[in-house]
């Protein structure tokens, strides 16, 4: 089922194209990172999602409403990168607030707040909290309602390491269950392996849509292999690994090829052929970051 649906969505300032004729869809239970460029249109695209302003062209659907409606709403939350709450008040203050004003009941502000990881924080005030901290009760308060579609806007900003495995461990439940979520982020390793789709946007244009296996091969990136020669062997490996098989370093007892991702088995091949040479070997795909790259470059 399409929880997120954006047909042709065009908006435009002063004349100036910000989103061009997007096409793009998020499923339940599908997490979808949106990447782009300052000023490629992601924060658009989001505020047409949310309904805060309104295309030019195109359409958006929520689960079969328009944004902004009522509809809409209570099927949506939304997790901007600079959650601002008052700091006078706890933690477990600040969310029953918002309870309330969901009409839900506020003694479920503990459940949610130990589910973001502060439940030894959660009477503590706002203004003590790192800033780390302030995004987790942006995130409780993102997950108040179940939404069914969860918009997050650079969501792992300000958190450390080990927060922010828990936080992409927390959306993985959520798609689990059901929930479609579309997030943008420049940290693309974060997204790289814990995403479903990424979607790249570009002056505007959606110039890719697809799991990270199919964006890598259409960017057709060769991977980089480096090996490592066995005590007393780094001669004879250089040898087994001439000029001709897109050696691009050789030095010490280190060799590094780059080969076409067509020819990984007959690199695996010769690094079999080569046993006695090598001690060690690490093959490495084109990462998002040299596809997102090499995406953009061709797309200016």
Same mark, same amino acid.
């Given at each position: 089922m399409r929880l997120l649906t954006l047909s042709q969505l065009t908006k435009c300032y002063d004349g100036h194209t910000v989103l061009d004729a997007v096409d793009l869809t998020v499923a339940a239970g599908e997490t979808v990172a949106l990447l782009g460029h300052n000023g490629a249109g992601k924060s658009t695209l989001m505020k047409l999602v949310l309904g805060l302003i309104q295309a030019d062209a195109g359409s958006v659907s929520i689960a079969g409403h328009g944004p902004g409606s009522?509809?809409?709403?209570?099927? !949506?939350?939304?997790?901007?990168?600079?959650?601002?709450?008052?700091?006078?008040?706890?933690?477990?203050?600040? !969310?029953?607030?918002?309870?309330?004003?969901? @009409?839900?009941?506020?003694?479920?502000a503990g459940a949610l707040l130990a589910k973001v990881g502060l439940k030894e924080a959660a009477r503590r005030r706002i203004g003590t909290y790192s800033k780390g901290m302030r995004q987790r009760v942006g995130l409780a308060q993102a997950l108040i309602g179940a939404p069914k579609l969860m918009v997050l806007d650079e969501p792992t900003s300000g958190l450390d390491p080990v927060s922010?495995?828990?936080?992409?461990?927390?959306?993985?439940?959520?798609?689990?269950?059901?929930? $479609?979520?579309?997030?943008?982020?420049?940290?693309?390793?974060?997204?790289?392996a814990r995403t479903d789709r990424i979607a790249i946007l570009s002056q505007g244009k959606l110039v $890719?849509?697809?799991?990270?296996?199919?964006?890598?091969?259409?960017?057709?990136?060769?991977?980089?292999?480096?090996?490592?020669?066995?005590?007393?062997?780094?001669q004879a490996l250089v040898a087994a690994f001439p000029? @001709?098989?897109?050696?691009?370093?050789?030095?010490?007892?280190?060799?590094?090829?780059?080969?076409?991702?067509?020819?990984?088995?007959?690199?695996?091949?010769?690094?079999? @052929?080569?046993?006695?040479?090598?001690?060690?070997?690490? !093959?490495?795909?084109?990462?998002?970051?040299?596809?997102?790259?090499?995406?953009?470059?061709?797309?200016?």
């Open positions: 009522a509809g809409a709403r209570a099927q !949506i939350a939304y997790l901007p990168e600079n959650a601002a709450f008052h700091p006078a008040l706890t933690g477990t203050e600040q !969310i029953a607030h918002f309870l309330r004003l969901r @009409g839900l009941d506020p003694r479920g922010r495995r828990e936080f992409y461990a927390l959306l993985a439940d959520l798609a689990a269950s059901g929930t $479609a979520v579309l997030l943008s982020s420049h940290a693309l390793t974060e997204v790289e $890719a849509d697809g799991s990270l296996a199919a964006l890598r091969a259409a960017a057709d990136l060769p991977m980089t292999v480096h090996l490592r020669a066995a005590a007393g062997q780094a000029e @001709g098989v897109r050696r691009v370093d050789a030095g010490g007892d280190h060799l590094t090829l780059n080969c076409p991702q067509v020819e990984k088995f007959a690199v695996m091949d010769r690094i079999r @052929g080569a046993a006695d040479q090598v001690a060690d070997f690490d !093959i490495h795909p084109p990462s998002l970051d040299d596809i997102y790259a090499h995406i953009s470059r061709r797309a200016a």
